[in-house]
């Protein structure tokens, strides 16, 4: 059974160029979970994703950064005009359902020059 | 906000000591989990307590939970090398709420 699958797994960007973050959730989870860590710090939950829904946004910013889950394909995080500070690990997570125990993927990370 | 605060930040023991990291939350909650992430990993699930029960074992990990005071500990017995990682808690507050991390305890365990 493959876990939950993240691409790219580094990527760069220049400040002001668009971000695009991939996952794929473990076969059968409908929820989805982007979270954000700095070097030495926790993660910070951005957004919360559940087939072609949003459920919580709560913690990604308004401008610039959107997310989705499409019914088909993976789920897709979107940094446009990236700047310095959006520099982070991106982790992506997933669960069967709401509460349980949430499964990783292996992140990428994002350096903005 | 952050939920859940782990304690201490930083721990270091030898190999074969116990390591006890603790962790504080702020709200009510459905049920507390605990995660380790290797350097630059993601991070692993480790073991999962309900707000209706008070302790928890998996092999060499022992949870506790106090809703009374709020808080958790993580007790690692008998500690090895590989467990050199840091651990975060994260508190679950209803059933469609997404898990919400502390900073983490890194512990060190030196050979």
């Known amino acids: 059974n493959a876990g939950v699958m993240q691409n790219p797994r580094h990527l760069v960007r220049r400040r002001g160029q668009e971000a695009r973050l991939r996952c794929s959730p473990v076969?059968?989870?409908?929820?989805v979970y982007w979270y954000r860590q700095l070097p030495e710090e926790g993660l910070k939950f951005m957004v919360y994703l559940q087939k072609e829904n949003i459920i919580d946004e709560s913690g990604m910013p308004k401008e610039r950064f959107s997310a989705e889950f499409p019914k088909e394909g993976p789920s897709i995080l979107r940094i446009q005009q990236v700047v310095r500070g959006d520099s982070a690990a991106y982790f992506c997570?997933?669960?069967?359902?709401?509460?349980?125990?949430?499964?990783f993927g292996p992140g990428t990370r994002l350096t903005v020059l | 906000s952050q939920q859940g605060e782990e304690d201490p930040q930083a721990l270091s023991i030898q190999e074969g000591e116990n390591a006890t990291m603790n962790c504080s939350y702020k709200?009510?909650?459905?049920?507390l989990q605990w995660y380790r992430q290797n350097s630059g990993r993601g991070l692993v699930h480790l073991i999962l307590i309900r707000s209706n029960e008070r302790e928890k074992h998996s092999g060499r990990l022992r949870v506790t939970l106090d809703t009374s005071k709020k808080s958790s500990s993580l007790l690692i017995t008998a500690s090895r090398a590989a467990d050199t990682a840091s651990y975060f808690c994260?508190?679950?507050?209803?059933?469609?709420?997404?898990?919400?991390f502390g900073k983490g305890t890194r512990l060190s365990v030196i050979a």
């Open positions: 997570a997933s669960s069967p359902t709401p509460g349980s125990p949430i499964f």
């Open positions: 709200t009510s909650i459905n049920n």
């Open positions: 994260a508190t679950v507050v209803s059933g469609n709420t997404p898990l919400v």
């Open positions: 076969k059968g989870h409908s929820h």
